[in-house]
């Protein structure tokens, strides 16, 4: 679903706008000043920005400068109680998409907001294709010597020469859409684009606008016919990542381009035929969903020809190491850092995580540590402070401790204010408030590394 932030600090604007936005199928947010603005930015992927160009605390044609710099995607539409030229002028050299005066607003913001959403669409998506032209993805870039994941490439390698429809199942995060773009790259396919979309992100309306694409006059600020990832996809593959979030409507239309390789536009009475490849991925139990009646049952086998089923991180620990490595060296070269080994604590701290998030949770660990880090080697310094008690709570041979001890509680405190001290013990007493001969014992007596 595209969200939409409005700023005023006039709040019945803000209501009314609100209203009429979110009625069209999008999310709205709300801020009355640009404080709360820049965090609303920062906690949402913002696709649309309406605001006032005057506000309590700033301006908004200086904002909407702010907004491009750091969010290049978003788009901004600053609306004015009078026109005034020269403010017009500069919103638009700031990068605002448009600048329009209240009390027309009623008539223009709708279309105009739909323009602004098929302008973010679009410039995702060829961030996207430059993504893919940029980072090529094949077999050979799966990182993993372990015999799940060798057994889960061998399969994505038979059925990539095929036509067959596949289905990637796997818990979040374990690199279904790398597969995807992998199987597609080995298909006959592979010259022809790949076009993925995420059916968890949009409304019902916007998803199958999305997928099959509209014509004019199909609804409010529909100005021109508008092509859908199915026909951008033409002779390629499409990637239809958490299918199993797609309303049960859509689905039928899915089946039917499954079934004959044709589907009806938004408001058009003219089916439309394609070749596409369908890969699929999702980390719910379709069987279940289908027993919930959250899923087409006939769907199901259509999209099951190939089912291929990514293994957990946690059932792989012999990939860490070299995961992280390959992390290390991506993120080094891209922050511009010389660091070129990773310690053996930090290495078995990663290798007895739990990894809810998997693969993608281990790639922003190292990114986080790569920026933190200000030695040549990836220390436990930089782990997240959760990650790092989980080399605190080992118990030592010598003496184990009850987690709910005071002993345990005052162990993982030290530790802490050593690793805020990067290991300064007199610095760490300080603050401690405790002689640094007393730090040195308890360090001892807890075996603090």
Not at 31 to 48: Q, Y
Not at 52 to 64: A, I, M, N, T, Y
Not at 384 to 392: E, G, H, R, T, V
Request: proline share 2%; aromatic share 8%.
């Amino acid at each position: 679903m595209n969200k939409i932030l409005i700023i005023d600090d006039e709040e019945k604007i803000r209501a009314l706008l609100s209203r009429i936005i979110s009625l069209e199928g999008f999310e709205v947010f709300q801020s009355s000043d640009l404080k709360n603005a820049k965090k609303r930015l920062e906690a949402s992927e913002i696709d649309v920005v309406i605001s006032d160009v005057k506000l309590p605390d700033g301006s908004g044609v200086e904002f909407s400068k702010i907004i491009k710099e750091k969010y290049p995607s978003t788009e901004v539409i600053l609306l004015t109680a009078y026109g005034n030229i020269p403010d017009g002028v500069q919103a638009i050299k700031n990068g605002a998409f448009d600048y329009i005066t209240k009390g027309d607003d009623n008539n223009k913001i709708i279309p105009l907001v739909y323009k602004a959403v098929e302008k973010v669409t679009l410039n995702r998506r060829l961030l996207q294709l430059e993504k893919q032209l940029d980072d090529k993805q094949s077999f050979d870039n799966i990182i993993g010597k372990s015999k799940l994941i060798e057994s889960a490439v061998n399969s994505a390698k038979r059925v990539a020469v095929t036509d067959a429809t596949v289905l990637l199942t796997g818990e979040t995060g374990t690199g279904k859409e790398v597969f995807a773009q992998a199987i597609h790259n080995a298909s006959n396919r592979s010259k022809q684009n790949f076009v993925a979309v995420n059916c968890s992100a949009f409304s019902k309306e916007l998803l199958e606008n999305e997928l099959f694409g509209h014509k004019a006059g199909a609804f409010t600020g529909a100005m021109k016919d508008s092509k859908g990832i199915f026909e951008e996809a033409n002779n390629g593959t499409v990637f239809l990542d958490e299918i199993g979030e797609m309303p049960l409507d859509l689905q039928a239309k899915l089946l039917r381009v499954l079934e004959s390789g044709e589907f009806l536009k938004v408001g058009d009475s003219k089916h439309t035929k394609v070749n596409v490849r369908i890969i699929a991925a999702t980390n719910r139990d379709l069987q279940q969903e289908i027993d919930n009646g959250n899923f087409r049952e006939d769907l199901y086998y259509r999209i099951n020809i190939f089912n291929i089923v990514l293994p957990p991180l946690r059932e792989r620990t012999s990939d860490i190491e070299n995961l992280a490595y390959s992390f290390l060296k991506k993120y080094t070269s891209k922050i511009g850092k010389k660091i070129s080994s990773i310690s053996s604590d930090y290495l078995n701290i990663l290798k007895q995580h739990s990894w809810k998030g998997n693969i993608r949770e281990l790639r922003n660990i190292i990114e986080r540590s790569v920026i933190l880090e200000d030695s040549l080697e990836l220390t436990v310094n930089s782990l997240p402070f959760d990650l790092q008690q989980i080399s605190i709570a080992k118990p030592s041979s010598d003496k184990t401790f009850s987690a709910f001890s005071m002993a345990s509680a005052e162990k993982i405190h030290i530790q802490k204010i050593l690793n805020y001290t990067k290991g300064n013990k007199a610095e760490a007493a300080r603050l401690l408030e405790i002689g640094i001969a007393t730090l040195y014992r308890k360090i001892e007596e807890y075996k603090i590394s």
